[in-house]
């Protein structure tokens, strides 16, 4: 079974600051649920027992390998923004994306709660990676997919021996996921209200690892930018949190900016009118892992906490992105390549410094893509 982190001490709300007893707040916080602004929450350590043990909610989990991913640095897209830009692949996760790191975890608090199968909602990479973990951590697992689901996803999920639900519209998973909230055998792992709040706390937490390997590998070098693709942003949530808890120790008060990198404007209109319960309509299928029309709290909250930014990159400059990173062996997904877009793009606008030091995460491999980039 799952050792619980001795220092996690409870909940924050990352909203309203409120704090929380340690448990599963799967539609955010219950204070701002109820005023209509939710929000996911965080898990809160005792700040003196962090030396003795690891900064995440279970000191053991189901592993298949994940994390200490490569980071390698791209000649070319160095050269080209004349900065040091390195490529964090996440790609090389087991099956394949980041979603692993947060599916280990989460897999954990499934178990640690005493559940048989967890519930998510995914058409793609989520849903492949929370379908390997369960496996290994002998739970079963259901999926709820809309009718578009691919025929690579589909095989890959009942492989895993996943059970698949399709459903006509994206937001039906969601109802269908908050349908098991407060099951004891059924664990919801990703969103389940709208407007959303993110994914399990727990798992969205170990994406905080990332941040770690990052500040291993560069060690005194500091890292100005970290441009990630982003939607509902447990992604960059997680590594803001771990950025700014390395500037802290460090006695900064500048953590690395992280980026967004979106394919049409969700998060940086939510920004600017600080509402980000709405949706936001807009095309996106050059990057179909990011293509939802919604944003969270912690999205924003992640960039705020950096004073990064959201780019919005087009599918045009996209796919020049995705031509140019396969051409150079950089294979990844085409929502990868917004990050190395939103790269790009900042480049262009005259953004970096010279000596600046910038990391691209590459979230995803391009398995379930048609292969040629365009």
Request: glycine share 8%; charged share 15%; aromatic share 8%.
């Amino acid at each position: 079974m799952p050792i619980r982190n001795p220092a996690l001490r409870g909940m924050e709300c990352i909203r309203c600051k409120a704090y929380l007893p340690t448990d599963d707040y799967l539609m955010g916080c219950p204070s701002c649920h109820a005023l209509g602004w939710p929000s996911n929450v965080s898990p809160v350590y005792d700040a003196a027992r962090l030396g003795t043990y690891r900064n995440l909610p279970y000191l053991n989990f189901p592993s298949l390998g994940e994390g200490n991913t490569p980071l390698i640095k791209s000649d070319h897209l160095s050269m080209a923004l004349g900065v040091n830009l390195y490529l964090k692949l996440e790609s090389a996760n087991p099956t394949g994306s980041h979603k692993d790191r947060c599916s280990a975890l989460t897999a954990a608090r499934a178990l640690d709660i005493g559940a048989e199968e967890i519930v998510c909602a995914s058409n793609g990479n989520g849903g492949i990676s929370l379908a390997a973990y369960s496996a290994r951590a002998g739970l079963a697992c259901a999926v709820a997919t809309t009718t578009s689901l691919d025929s690579c996803t589909r095989s890959a999920l009942l492989m895993l021996g996943a059970r698949i639900i399709q459903f006509d519209r994206s937001v039906d998973r969601w109802q269908y996921l908050a349908g098991h909230l407060g099951s004891k055998t059924h664990f919801p792992a990703t969103n389940a209200c709208f407007p959303p709040t993110g994914s399990c706390a727990f798992g969205v937490d170990a994406y905080k690892s990332i941040a770690y390997e990052l500040s291993d590998f560069f060690l005194d070098r500091g890292i100005n930018y970290v441009i990630a693709p982003a939607a509902r942003g447990d992604l960059i949530w997680g590594l803001s949190r771990g950025l700014v808890e390395i500037a802290s120790s460090a006695g900064s008060a500048s953590p690395p900016k992280v980026i967004a990198a979106e394919p049409y404007p969700r998060i940086s209109v939510a920004l600017s009118t600080n509402d980000y319960r709405q949706t936001f309509p807009g095309d996106a299928f050059a990057t179909p892992s990011i293509a939802s029309d919604t944003v969270t709290y912690q999205a924003l909250c992640a960039l705020r906490a950096t004073a990064g930014a959201a780019v919005v990159v087009t599918p045009e400059e996209v796919m020049d992105a995705h031509r140019q990173s396969w051409r150079h062996g950089h294979i990844m997904e085409r929502s990868s390549s917004a990050a190395v877009a939103a790269a790009l793009k900042l480049g262009r606008e005259g953004q970096f410094n010279s000596d600046d030091i910038v990391v691209v995460v590459v979230t995803a491999s391009a398995w379930r893509e048609d292969f040629r980039p365009g």
